[in-house]
C-alpha cells in the first residue's frame, strides 16, 4: 500500500512563506497525477495545487500567483512552496496520490497563519 507523509507546516504570520513536503514510499514519478489539498473545521477539502504525470498543474484561484507545486526526483517528494500567506489559508493540508485504480491521501499537515 502506498504511504505519503506531508512534513512542514507550522505557525506563521501573514506574508510570510512554508514549504510543505509529501514524501511518498513509491516513486513519484508513479503516480498520475499528486495534489495538495486543505480543510478547515466544517467544511469539506479543497484543492490547492495538482500535477500530472506530464507536469500539468493546476491551482485553486485563490492561490494562484502565491503557490507552487514541484517535484523533487532526489528527494522523491512533491513540494508545495506557499508565499504571502494569509489568515485564510489556515488549514490542514493534505497530500493525495493518484496510483492505477487507488487515490491514498497522507495523514495531513496543519498550517497556521496569524494575521
Known amino acids: 500500500q502506498v504511504r505519503l507523509v506531508e512534513s512542514g507546516g507550522g505557525l506563521v504570520q501573514a506574508g510570510e512563506s512554508l514549504r510543505l513536503s509529501c514524501a511518498a514510499s513509491?516513486?513519484?514519478?508513479?503516480?498520475?497525477?499528486m495534489g495538495w489539498y486543505r480543510q478547515t473545521p466544517g467544511n469539506e477539502r479543497e484543492l490547492v495545487a495538482t500535477m500530472t504525470a506530464g507536469g500539468t498543474t493546476n491551482y485553486a484561484d485563490s492561490v494562484k500567483g502565491r503557490a507552487t507545486i514541484s517535484r523533487s526526483m532526489a528527494k522523491n517528494t512533491v513540494d508545495l512552496q506557499m508565499n504571502n500567506l494569509k489568515p485564510e489559508d489556515t488549514g490542514v493540508y493534505y497530500c493525495?496520490?493518484?496510483?492505477?485504480?487507488?487515490?491514498?491521501w497522507g495523514q495531513g499537515t496543519q498550517v497556521t497563519v496569524s494575521s
Open positions: 493525495n496520490g493518484a496510483l492505477g485504480a487507488s487515490l491514498s
Open positions: 513509491t516513486s513519484i514519478f508513479s503516480f498520475k497525477a
